[in-house]
């Protein structure tokens, strides 16, 4: 399967634990972006990035979130002292720029759930 | 009042019928895009259009530039289209590329 992947697919930690969730884009792609999406929401984004430089941060994303793209290909988004609000389904979505304009079609991963007990 | 604003939010049909659900926007756009997502989470991409008209099998989806509105249509529908369907925009002169979506419109076919 060449399409999008995270890592896990669901989530159950307690309150205060920290987790750590993987993506790994489509191969060739080099933006990779994060989403948030809450019970009965449209998603809403939370961070992306071009290679390996985070470029842009949502305001939802507290001091307690830090994500990561190392090497340009896999993102991890961590997540320390975890509150119940953090529970959400987590998206992942990469997509390939062109030259002349960025804005492109994006493919989404199947999103890691997490539940904050 | 939220940037995207889809209609209906709940729409139950019955197989066969003609479906459309409406996507009104506030923002200057570079792009639309309509998506689908299944139970289980997972998101496709269905349309991405910045002006006219696009037609994939039994979608169709239009957008009209000058009133920031755009439609998603579903001919012949079946139980099978059942599904949540999110319009998301790029907002022009914004964030590069990262998507701002609607509530999406949870669609129920019935056979």
């Known amino acids: 399967d060449t399409g999008v992947s995270q890592d896990p697919r669901h989530k159950i930690t307690k309150r205060g634990q920290n987790v750590t969730f993987r993506c790994d884009p489509i191969?060739?792609?080099?933006?990779l972006y994060w989403y948030r999406q809450t019970l009965g929401q449209g998603p809403e984004f939370l961070t992306y990035?071009?290679?390996?430089?985070?470029?842009?941060k949502s305001r939802l994303l507290s001091d307690r979130f830090s994500a990561e793209r190392p090497k340009g290909s896999f993102s991890t988004l961590e997540i320390q002292r975890t509150e119940q609000g953090d529970s959400a389904m987590y998206l992942c979505?990469?997509?390939?720029?062109?030259?002349?304009?960025?804005?492109?079609?994006?493919?989404f991963g199947p999103g890691t759930r997490l539940t904050v007990l | 009042k939220n940037e995207v604003e889809q209609s209906p939010q709940n729409l139950t049909a019955q197989e066969g019928e003609f479906i459309t659900i409406n996507c009104s926007y506030s923002?200057?756009?570079?792009?639309l895009h309509w998506l689908q997502q299944h139970p289980g989470g997972g998101i496709v991409s269905l349309f991405m259009?910045?002006?006219g008209k696009k037609k994939h099998g039994r979608l169709i989806a239009t957008i009209n530039i000058q009133e920031k509105h755009s439609s998603l249509h579903i001919t012949a529908s079946h139980p099978r289209d059942s599904a949540v369907y999110i319009c998301?925009?790029?907002?022009?002169?914004?964030?590069?590329?990262?998507?701002?979506f609607g509530k999406g419109t949870k669609l129920s076919v019935k056979p």
């Open positions: 990035f071009q290679n390996e430089a985070q470029l842009e």
């Open positions: 923002v200057g756009i570079s792009a």
């Open positions: 979505a990469s997509s390939a720029s062109l030259a002349g304009g960025p804005y492109n079609e994006q493919f």
């Open positions: 191969s060739e792609h080099n933006r």
């Open positions: 259009l910045s002006s």
């Open positions: 998301a925009v790029t907002n022009y002169g914004g964030s590069q590329g990262n998507l701002i």
